[in-house]
């Protein structure tokens, strides 16, 4: 993707509620690459049983979602979805993301669900529904504390030197890819 020369638009954080409307966009989204991830991953392995090999899925799947979000990341700044919901990632200087602060960013962005995954692991939760609710829990409580931030960024983003902000596609560059 060509980003066209000249001056740069102002760089402003989208408010918390079209963030997270990405977030749960992206997760939609994200249902159809990890499908396909677990289709190829249980072809190749030969894996009969959900509970066979499943160690070695979440490692694939880890790996796969680390390569998707690195490749968008530094590519343009934008998933499919943050493109949907007009949100970029750039380095904290507005510059874009190398693929190592794109990568340092996905790691850090584990920290929406490791509390939580850690939480039902020492309480010993095993029920899906449990889970799930202690993982909703976690997001909106993480999503929360970006207003402790000064910018109002999310954690992760400030300890990676990222940030989030609004983009919209220039008018010249709209009115020639609609051509």
Same mark, same amino acid.
């Given at each position: 993707?060509?980003?066209?020369?000249?001056?740069?638009?102002?760089?402003?954080?989208?408010?918390?509620?079209?963030?997270?409307?990405?977030?749960?966009?992206?997760?939609?989204?994200?249902?159809?690459?990890?499908?396909?991830?677990?289709?190829?991953?249980?072809?190749?392995?030969?894996?009969?049983?959900?509970?066979?090999?499943?160690?070695?899925?979440?490692?694939?799947?880890?790996?796969?979602?680390?390569?998707?979000?690195?490749?968008?990341?530094?590519?343009?700044?934008?998933?499919?979805?943050?493109?949907?919901?007009?949100?970029?990632?750039?380095?904290?200087?507005?510059?874009?993301?190398?693929?190592?602060?794109?990568?340092?960013?996905?790691?850090?962005?584990?920290?929406?669900? @490791?509390? /939580?995954? *850690?939480?039902?692991?020492? %309480?010993?939760?095993? $029920?899906? !529904?449990?889970?799930?609710? =202690?993982?909703?829990?976690? @997001?909106? /409580?993480? *999503?929360?504390?970006?207003? %402790?931030?000064?910018? $109002?960024? !999310?954690?992760?983003?400030? =300890?990676?030197?990222?940030?989030?902000?609004?983009?919209?596609?220039?008018?010249? %560059?709209?009115?020639?890819?609609?051509?």
């Amino acid at each position: 993707m060509t980003v066209p020369e000249g001056p740069e638009p102002a760089l402003s954080t989208p408010g918390l509620a079209r963030r997270m409307a990405a977030f749960v966009y992206e997760g939609v989204l994200l249902f159809g690459v990890l499908f396909v991830a677990g289709y190829l991953y249980s072809t190749l392995t030969q894996q009969r049983h959900a509970l066979q090999g499943q160690a070695g899925l979440q490692a694939f799947v880890f790996i796969i979602l680390a390569i998707y979000f690195v490749v968008f990341w530094t590519r343009g700044g934008q998933t499919v979805a943050m493109k949907a919901w007009h949100v970029r990632v750039v380095a904290a200087d507005g510059r874009p993301l190398s693929q190592a602060r794109a990568l340092m960013r996905y790691l850090a962005s584990w920290l929406w669900f @490791v509390p /939580a995954l *850690a939480t039902a692991w020492l %309480a010993q939760l095993h $029920r899906p !529904f449990e889970i799930f609710g =202690l993982m909703i829990v976690g @997001v909106v /409580a993480y *999503a929360l504390l970006s207003f %402790a931030h000064p910018q $109002r960024q !999310f954690w992760h983003d400030a =300890l990676c030197g990222t940030r989030l902000v609004s983009w919209q596609p220039r008018k010249e %560059a709209r009115a020639q890819s609609a051509a």
